[in-house]
Nanobody
Framework: QVQLTQSGGGLVQAGDSLTLSCAYS????????GAWFRQAPGKEREFVGA????????YYADSVKGRFTIARDKVKNTMLLQMNSLKPEDTAVYYC????????????????????WGQGTQVTVSS
């Protein structure tokens, strides 16, 4: 079992920055993949980005590429989502998630493939 606890989020203005944290505990593997998803009202949960723990390789959705950065703090057992140049369309509930990627150097963007989830945190960007 893996437990994910999120923190951060809130209300910001367009152009501002915000960092979300996801602290993890429990049984994790070197082959783990951590990801961030978001869900706006009335929309499907969408992939934001992911990081492979084995290589620290990162992957991003086109909509956030160049603005968002995912990192992992191995000492604090925390995954971070740094969001810069925020836009009103970034408004959503953000979720962290993780799965065992089995060592495969590929990104999994389907939220149904992730076993463990954080509780979600609201990010609201005003124009």
């Amino acid at each position: 079992q893996v437990q994910l606890t999120q923190s951060g989020g809130g209300l910001v203005q367009a152009g501002d920055s915000l960092t979300l944290s996801c602290a993890y505990s429990g049984r994790t593997f070197f082959t783990q993949m951590g990801a961030w998803f978001r869900q706006a009202p009335g929309k499907e949960r969408e992939f934001v980005g992911a990081i492979l723990w084995s290589s620290s390789s990162t992957y991003y959705a086109d909509s956030v590429k160049g603005r968002f950065t995912i990192a992992r703090d191995k000492v604090k057992n925390t995954m971070l989502l740094q969001m810069n140049s925020l836009k009103p369309e970034d408004t959503a509930v953000y979720y962290c998630a993780t799965r065992d990627n089995g060592g495969g150097p590929f990104v999994v963007k389907d939220h149904n493939e992730y076993n463990y989830w954080g509780q979600g945190t609201q990010v609201t960007v005003s124009s």
